[in-house]
């Protein structure tokens, strides 16, 4: 699972939470959505309509700002608002 973040360049601490009678030892509080944004460019939408692969507009989408699911997960437990080991679980 490690390999595949790729490269770490820094180091990050992350929390486990302890659970407690509030939120019935589920170490979790409510709900927090993470989402996977896509901008679209011109690029993209002219890709799209063409049938370019999608590996191509991937790599489109990247260079577009797109933010992945597991980066929007890996934000959240860094911020504290989630685990590490959901963020990984459900990206």
């Known amino acids: 699972m490690a390999a595949s973040l790729g490269p770490v360049a820094f180091r990050q601490t992350c929390y486990r939470g302890r659970g407690c009678m ?5 170490e979790f509080r409510g709900r927090r959505g993470i989402y996977e944004w896509l901008p679209l460019s011109d690029v993209l939408r002219e ?10 507009l991937r790599e489109e989408a990247r260079k577009s700002g797109m933010h992945t699911l597991r980066e929007a997960g890996l934000a959240a437990a860094f911020a504290g608002e989630t685990t590490l080991t959901e963020a990984l679980k459900y990206t």
Do not use: D, W
């Open 22 to 26: 509030t939120c019935a030892a589920t």
């Open 47 to 56: 890709g799209i309509g063409a049938g370019i692969l999608a590996l191509r």
